[in-house]
């Protein structure tokens, strides 16, 4: 039976993602007919359209987790912000981590997606929902913004600080980033993201800083929204997946000798000698 000090252990992260879930479960399904219901009765078009108000449902909900987690955690939000300096060099090979690892990521998505009907109709019904507002602005909030944000205070300030104090470092990381992927939902993203979580669990191993794992996040997310006219089309995808191969493994050889700075283990030790003594 799982026991641990720390919150959240492996059953209580499940139990916590389970409840966004179910919040964006219910509100969809009524919010749907509500919506579905005014156009066919002719009624003016709502203020906020169908992937407008799954993208908000999806950040209300992750919203309230947050608040339980941290409730849960016995821990305050500026708390999880907290993190000791790091060197500008080591954040530059990390974000080209961030950049290589999406260009491997865009690459296989689009062998996936070339070979596999699921796939195909999986990612047009992503883009409808992430690309479908009317009002470009939003999109481009949501997903490059918001959406790193708050993700990022679940899956790397919460859970991964949680499973930190109470697994192995490796432990941590992955299996927060199975997670991760999963919550993501779709046969598309879920195996792709995971390696995403990967990388930004990576990243604050090595700095310490929920920041720099938003700034991670909020790259890969441009990169998704923006470079794939550049980068993806008309067979570049294969020069993409080498090329973030490559530049995956040169910085992931340089920052695997970089020493690591995690804050919350620090708070962790030092409670324990205070205990000892």
Known sequence: MESKKYYPSIKQAIVLLVIAFLIQALAGFIGGIVIKGMELKNYSKPTLDFSEFILCISFISEIIIIFIG???AKTPLKKIFESPKTNIKDILFLMV???GTWFVMAGLAIIYINNSQAARETQERLSSILLGSS???FSILSV???APILEEIVFRGIILQGFLKNYSITKAIIITAVLFGLFHGNIVQTPL????GIVLGVIYIKTGSLFMCIVGHVLNNFL???AGNIFLINGRHIYTLIAGIVLTIVSGFVIKNLPNNIQCLEEVEICKENIEA
């Open 224 to 226: 998704a929204l923006f």
């Open 135 to 137: 009002k470009e602005w």
């Open 193 to 196: 993201v995971i390696l995403l």
């Open 144 to 146: 490059v913004i918001i």
């Open 70 to 72: 941290l409730k849960k």
């Open 97 to 99: 981590l961030v950049v």
